[in-house]
């Protein structure tokens, strides 16, 4: 088949630069950034936090071909910061954001433990209500 092996999607060879920045010559304060062995889940959420950003004029994101493990961005900014700056802080921005989803799904799946006693009994509600139980009935039945 023509895909690559699944490890060449993610692995860095020798020598491989993760990121590389292309300065616009043509637009004033603007980069295309190249992110290799990456695609549209890292790709979307870069592009999405730096539309958030005030200084950030444009950002947009493709992924030239879905046989090639890499997406490129391009940003430009009204000049207060440079385009490269504006990605560091958007990443920074995104990995704190992450860690705190990450922090909060712990927390909640820990009290969760705590509160369920012994663990989940046969026909508990798995999100703590007191409902009847899916497999005692079927779900149509329920009066809306």
């Known amino acids: 088949m023509n895909a690559p092996a699944r490890y060449e999607l993610f692995v860095l060879e020798d020598g491989e630069k993760p990121v590389e920045v292309i ?3 043509k637009i004033p304060n603007a980069a295309t950034i190249k992110v290799v062995k990456q695609d549209h889940t890292l790709g979307n959420m870069l592009r999405s936090q730096l539309l958030a950003m005030p200084e950030v004029l444009f950002a947009g994101y493709k992924v030239p071909h879905p046989l090639h493990p890499y997406f490129i961005v391009k940003v430009q900014t009204d000049g207060s910061i440079t385009p490269q700056a504006a990605v560091e802080a958007a990443c920074t921005k995104l990995i704190a954001t992450i860690n705190t989803v990450a922090q909060k799904f712990k927390r909640e799946f820990s009290y969760k433990d705590s509160t369920s006693g012994e663990g989940a009994q046969a026909g ?8 009847p139980s899916w497999t005692s009935q079927n779900y149509a039945d329920f009066d809306l």
Do not use: A, K, W
């Not at 508990?124 to 409902?131: E, F, K, M, Q």
């Open 23 to 25: 300065e616009d010559s």
């Open 124 to 131: 508990d509600d798995p999100y703590g209500g007191t409902g």
